[in-house]
């Protein structure tokens, strides 16, 4: 967390600030949604309450608060209390180790009179070198959530969607987990801002112990694996349990899956967990596949010249300023993907079950080894000198 006093308490502030900024950008997406949903399909969406509907939002929340809920009997109570708060800790936890910008600089300074620092704060909630195997795995860990929701509400229908919901989250993480070998045989690393890093300027590789450059196009992922950004993007959708894979809640066959039993703020709880994997897929694909927080064909150290010559200010303030514009290119790269998911929603309908299970199995899985194999083979040829 830090050496002194005021390193742990920054870190601490970071942390909880990254937290609530995933929470607070959820009421704005049930927003996104309804008025996206509702531009598709001619409608007017929210409009009634406040401009744009806006104030929507907070009757929706006093809504949440005090409606009626309910409780299975004593034998099960204390899971079902439990399953809402699990479904919400996977997606906070994972998206606090995605770094959202470069990290910041800060010189040393005076304060009641003693010298602080220098100071070096990540932008993200914790740093860790093997950034992919904690996010996917702890990302994993949602199906818990569904499975104890769906057993102790003592319903069928929430049984059945708990089952369903395990099956599917099961069936494409082999998929997913697959189409990332791809990026990690290309950057050779475990760690996000190594693989941001390595995104950075123009489209350069190796082939046959020479450097290649393609002055126009970018860096990104997503020109060195193509199909596995196809899965991968397929993969995440029914992961998060979004249209078109939205079967462990089909409303026509179980009602409302694995929280049939669950009203209030119990229930807003699965929604916020939710829309907290689509905020982690979305910014996983930008991480993998699209540069991350890097402005196409621009490098993060000449942004922060272009920073401290325009605005002439300190290393310190520069170095803040550098880190929040980028968060700011981050953050409409992710809200670019999450947009998608809501198109998605309104525009595809829902697959069947067996169709769902046999795209999983039989299209994905294979596919994505695929991709790993030619992916190995490629990067073989093209990083050997033969002469």
């Known amino acids: 967390m830090g050496s002194d006093i005021v390193e742990i308490s920054i870190n601490a502030a970071k942390a909880l600030a990254i937290f609530l900024m995933m929470v607070q950008i959820v009421p704005m997406l049930v927003w996104v949604e309804r008025r996206g949903s509702a531009f598709i399909q001619n409608r007017f969406g929210p409009n009634r309450i ?23 009997d004593k034998k099960r109570r ?28 800060v010189e040393i300074f005076e304060f009641l009179g ?24 702890i990302s994993s860990l949602a199906a818990y959530s569904i499975l104890l929701a769906g057993w102790s509400s003592s319903n069928k229908y929430s049984l059945f969607g708990a089952l369903r919901a395990s099956a599917q989250m099961i069936s494409y993480e082999l998929a997913l987990g697959l189409s990332l070998v791809g990026i990690l045989l290309i950057y050779n690393s475990f760690d996000f801002a190594e693989i941001i890093a390595q995104q950075q300027g123009s489209l350069a590789f190796q082939f046959l112990g020479k450097d290649i450059v393609w002055s126009f196009l970018p860096n990104w992922g997503i020109f060195y694996q193509p199909l596995g950004f196809v899965l991968f993007f397929v993969a995440v959708f029914a992961e998060a349990n979004r249209l078109p894979f939205d079967l462990p809640e089909a409303e026509s066959e179980l ?133």
């Open 255 to 387: 009602v409302a899956g694995y929280h049939t039993e669950y009203g209030g703020f119990k229930m807003n709880m699965f929604y916020i967990g939710e829309y907290g994997h689509m905020l982690v897929s979305s910014a996983l694909l930008v991480t993998f596949y699209f540069g991350g927080y890097n402005i196409p064909f621009v490098t993060p150290d000449q942004v922060l010249a272009g920073v401290e010559s325009f605005l002439g200010l300190s290393s310190t303030g520069s170095s803040v300023a550098t880190a929040f514009l980028l968060h700011g290119v981050f953050l409409v790269k992710v809200l670019i993907f999450l947009w998608v998911f809501i198109w998605v929603r309104w525009t595809l309908p829902r697959f069947r079950y067996d169709q769902l299970m046999d795209l999983g199995w039989k299209t994905m899985l294979p596919w994505a080894l695929a991709n790993t194999i030619l992916t190995a083979i490629i990067v073989f040829i093209f990083r050997t000198q033969w002469v």
């Open 78 to 105: 204390l899971l079902f209390l439990a399953a809402p708060i699990i479904a919400l800790i996977p997606g906070a936890v994972a998206f606090g180790a995605i770094p959202l910008s470069v990290p910041i600089h």
């Open 50 to 72: 406040g401009p744009l509907g806006l104030m929507q939002l907070i009757a929706d929340a006093v809504k949440f608060l005090f409606k009626e809920e309910f409780l299975p």
């Open 114 to 137: 003693q010298s602080w620092g220098p100071y070096r704060f990540a932008f993200q909630s914790v740093e860790l070198g093997i950034g992919i195997v904690f996010v996917l795995g």
